[in-house]
């Protein structure tokens, strides 16, 4: 089961082709939350990664086969990674319980059926199924929804509730909170809570996929308004103490259910 792919192959609401080139460059994988999914895996030596996209977050110390359906992705996965199979999560082309645990970072908003990718990923793992998402509900509580809310809106709106995802595993999930570290590697839009400026690289924009569908009228309003406000010192009168806090607690979640 799945939706209409994209020119690239791309299987959600945007085509990684045209926005994905740099992705590899601004999305690294942060070592804190690299350690916390890593630990969700637990003693795992075979592992699925689905949404694989370029690779972060895979860990090396065991076999891992990666699925990611966008090519702009495939081609920018690191040599010492895997090749990536063309597929979706909704149709994983593997038997019943074949890996030890499965994977999947920040990509079930792309997913044509949430409930059918999670069915799958449960079938073909034995043991933990992790997801790294971002929840809805907490969206809003950021500083840039003070100045771009629609990106925020437009995030909130993708992701599926934690509920939902939680159903779709008949309710035995554990869920954690996932803190952003303030020099954190991962550029999703929290990556950047304490480091304003970034958001005035168009490229590390394009790596969190929902500034590419708000309008261009309204990205060019929040750079004005963000520039003005970090010259005339604004921002820092109001947000300063971000530059200073460690770490910030999000909506980013990771969720652990169970395959079978």
């Not at 079938?123 to 809310?149: E, F, H, K, Q, S």
Request: glycine share 8%; aromatic share 10%; proline share 6%.
């Amino acid at each position: 089961m799945s939706g209409e792919r994209r020119s690239d192959g791309s299987a959600g609401d945007v085509d990684y082709g045209a926005i994905g080139g740099t992705y590899s460059r601004y999305r690294q994988p942060d070592p804190v939350i690299e350690a916390q999914i890593h630990r969700a895996l637990g003693d795992a030596k075979t592992v699925l990664n689905v949404g694989a996209g370029a690779g972060s977050y895979e860990p090396v110390h065991c076999e891992v086969t990666a699925v990611e359906p966008s090519a702009s992705m495939r081609a920018q996965r690191p040599a010492h990674l895997t090749r990536a199979i063309d597929a979706v999560a909704e149709d994983l082309p593997f038997e019943d319980a074949s890996f030890d645990a499965s994977m999947a970072s920040v990509t079930v908003h792309q997913w044509f059926d949430l409930e059918a990718g999670i069915a799958e990923m449960r079938r073909v793992t034995r043991g933990p199924v992790v997801l790294l998402v971002c929840d809805p509900a907490a969206m809003m509580d950021y500083w840039l929804a003070d100045y771009i809310p629609e990106v925020r809106e437009i995030e909130a709106s993708r992701f599926p509730s934690l509920e939902r995802i939680a159903a779709a595993f008949r309710g035995k999930v554990v869920v954690e909170q996932v803190p952003a570290p303030l020099d954190c590697r991962d550029g999703f839009n929290e990556a950047y809570y304490g480091r304003p400026e970034a958001f005035l690289d168009r490229n590390a924009r394009l790596a969190c996929s929902s500034w590419s569908l708000v309008p261009s009228g309204a990205v060019e309003r929040f750079e004005a308004a963000l520039s003005a406000d970090l010259e005339s010192g604004r921002w820092d009168e109001k947000y300063g103490y971000l530059r200073r806090q460690p770490f910030f607690d999000g909506p980013l979640r990771l969720v652990i259910g169970r395959g079978g």
